[in-house]
């Protein structure tokens, strides 16, 4: 029977690319000289640092394409409340990888209201989707595409 997977992740070492980038620049640019603005990574969150409020708000639009640029998608980024204190200020961005259970409900219902002829299941942090045909499993996936959801989908282990 054919299926698929449902996941939502990203390359973490692209992310480690697109933030030295990212780093390079913001060392580079010549509103940032002499500051000591820069980009951390922290297992799956990104932590910026500069020295004013104003800084960060043009450091975002640098992550956000070289990020983009390395091919992760940007919907995948949950950005924080800023942190000032005395001359340094703190923004730390979440990078969410994986469907939670909220949100695997939520697809899986939207796939059967669609009523396609496939069967949709959670499977820890991935859907599986089966159903007799291929064409049907890629219409799925094209509902999927089309439908506004919060977070980037990908689809894997496509079996025949």
Known sequence: MPSFDIVS??????????LDQANKEVSTRFDFKGSNAEFELNDKS???????????????????????????DIACLE??????A??????PI??????????????????????LKVQAAIEGEKIRVSGKKRDDLQQTMQMLRSADLEQPLQFNNFRD
């Open 79 to 84: 950005t924080g409340d800023v942190k000032e």
């Open 46 to 72: 990104i932590l910026m640092k500069a020295e004013s409020r104003f800084q960060l708000q043009q450091m975002l639009p640098i992550l956000f394409s070289k990020l983009t640029k390395r091919g992760i």
């Open 9 to 18: 992740e990203f390359d973490m070492h692209q992310a480690q690319n697109a």
């Open 86 to 91: 005395a001359k340094t200020a703190q923004q």
């Open 94 to 115: 979440e990078l969410k990888e994986g469907i939670d259970k909220p949100f695997a409900k939520k697809i899986v219902k939207l796939i059967k209201d669609k009523k």
